[in-house]
């Protein structure tokens, strides 16, 4: 069997369209992203990043007035089929905030909240997930002796990893990061893409950047948006040494954006 045929799609994206209204922000996006890599989407504020990454997870769904024509398919299913449980598929693909969002519960609760959500009542399972998902967000040895302690009391860039094993709680194959870390500062930013490419070893990754350099050290490929198009999607290396269009070039390089 061939690598290419051992390649497994996580999300595959066909002509898909959105309005909010009259405004037509994201205009025939095609693009496929694999299981366990991470696609990093560049390009300037207001050009359908954030707009496109909410697709995934249906969180548009929640904006008056929204359109949305086009096919999202998760391992082959169609996230937007009238017989998808939109809870389940939050469920299978998390999401991380700009801004860290820690409930103003204690560590330990922000962890189990999802699953207790989803069931699970059991306290020796929520400890074991708890820890679990503390220890993949690489933040266990810094708060293991401070379950009970508020999550607001944590650092920034603590509070961002709580937000990501918040997310990793509920078992998703999916996680979506919305600028994870421009509300940080440079040695917890760092921790946070350390993070990243650990976590692409069990998880498939979309992330919204504004660095292009975070988007050159973390990812496997990269997507540029303008003007709610995909200008360009490839391998990082590749879009960032030789991109193919004019846009990306005149953008990598500072021209505008």
């Known amino acids: 069997m061939t690598q290419a045929m051992m ?27 694999e299981e366990n890599t991470v696609a990093a989407l560049i390009g300037p504020s207001g050009c359908g990043k954030s707009t496109f ?18 096919v999202i398919t998760l391992h082959g299913e169609n996230i937007y089929d009238k017989t998808i449980d939109v809870e389940v598929l939050r469920k299978e693909v998390g999401m991380v905030f700009q801004a860290p969002n820690p409930f103003p519960k204690s560590i330990y609760d922000n962890i189990a909240y999802g699953p207790r959500i989803h069931g699970q009542n059991n306290r020796k399972a929520l400890d074991e997930i708890v820890e679990k998902s503390l220890r993949q967000a690489a933040l266990w040895d810094e708060v293991k002796d401070r379950l009970k302690d508020r999550a607001t009391g944590l650092s920034g ?42 976590l692409k070893q069990r998880y498939t990754i979309v992330i919204v950047t504004h660095n292009m350099q975070q988007a050159a050290r973390i990812s496997d490929k990269t997507a540029f948006f303008l003007n709610g198009e995909l200008v360009e999607y490839n391998d990082t290396e590749t879009l960032f040494s030789n991109p193919k269009d004019k846009r990306t070039e005149d953008y990598i390089t500072g021209r505008f954006g």
Do not use: F, W
């Open 7 to 33: 390649t497994r799609h996580a999300i595959e994206v066909k002509d898909l369209d959105l309005h909010y209204g009259e405004k037509q922000a994201l205009k025939k996006i095609n693009m496929t992203i």
């Open 53 to 70: 990454l909410r697709t995934i997870n249906r969180m548009n769904d929640m904006i008056q007035g929204v359109r949305i024509d086009g």
């Open 157 to 198: 860039g603590q509070q961002q990893r709580l937000c990501i094993a918040r997310a990793l709680a509920v078992e998703p194959d999916i996680v979506l990061m919305d600028e994870p870390t421009s509300a940080l500062d440079p040695i917890s930013t760092a921790k946070i893409e350390e993070l990243i490419q650990d």
